[in-house]
């Protein structure tokens, strides 16, 4: 860290950093607060969607025992032939969004197949939807809770360090400013007692 001159410049300059300081602060701290809201609901969303999805694994294996059934071929009915994203700009943070899914299905015959493999699709279709959407669930909330740390950061930079700093570096010119006042008012005293002194030995020899 650089030491800070004791002079009325610095002084000046410090005074400056410190209002920039004061004013970024509050702007910071709300920034932060509306991140950490953010992130906690993309917590819950996140947490929801685990839970759509367990949900239909759990209806999968409670209403289609069948599938363990080696006759019936029920692989690749269901493809995801495209995922379209975007992107949500929250509180200055570019996180992503799913804005469409496109999911193919794979033809079979009525007659080929059973009659519960209609409501298998279904749930297939279901299920790679959440998938997805939990993929970019889980980005969003990384990102917001990286942005909520870096937000925090510099927040506690302010806070913690370079205003606490400023302000010493501010007093400790001032100090030093009124010691040096203290000392010339002093020394002109000084001088001026010395000057009639000697103005005064001056006069009682013209006089003798």
Do not use: C
Request: proline share 3%; no cysteine.
């Amino acid at each position: 860290m650089a030491k800070v001159a004791l002079n009325k410049s610095s002084l000046n300059k410090e005074k400056r950093s410190l209002k920039t300081y004061n004013r970024y602060l509050p702007a910071l701290e709300l920034k932060r607060q509306q991140l950490m809201m953010e992130r906690k609901k993309a917590e819950e969303a996140l947490a929801q969607t685990r839970e759509e999805l367990a949900d239909v694994e759990r209806l999968v294996h409670q209403q289609l025992p069948m599938l363990a059934r080696q006759d019936v071929q029920v692989e690749n009915l269901v493809r995801v032939t495209g995922v379209r994203l975007t992107e949500e700009n929250i509180v200055g943070t570019a996180v992503p969004l799913v804005e469409h899914i496109e999911i193919a299905l794979t033809p079979y015959s009525d007659l080929a197949k059973p009659h519960w493999v209609d409501y298998l699709v279904e749930l297939l279709q279901q299920m790679v939807r959440l998938q997805i959407e939990l993929q970019v669930r889980q980005l969003r909330h990384k990102e917001l809770d990286k942005a909520t740390r870096t937000t925090s950061q510099r927040v506690n930079l302010f806070s913690k360090v370079l205003i606490p700093r400023t302000r010493k570096n501010i007093q400790k010119i001032q100090v030093y400013m009124s010691d040096q006042d203290r000392a010339s008012v002093m020394n002109a005293k000084l001088s001026k007692g010395k000057v009639l002194a000697q103005e005064a030995k001056g006069g009682h020899s013209q006089a003798s």
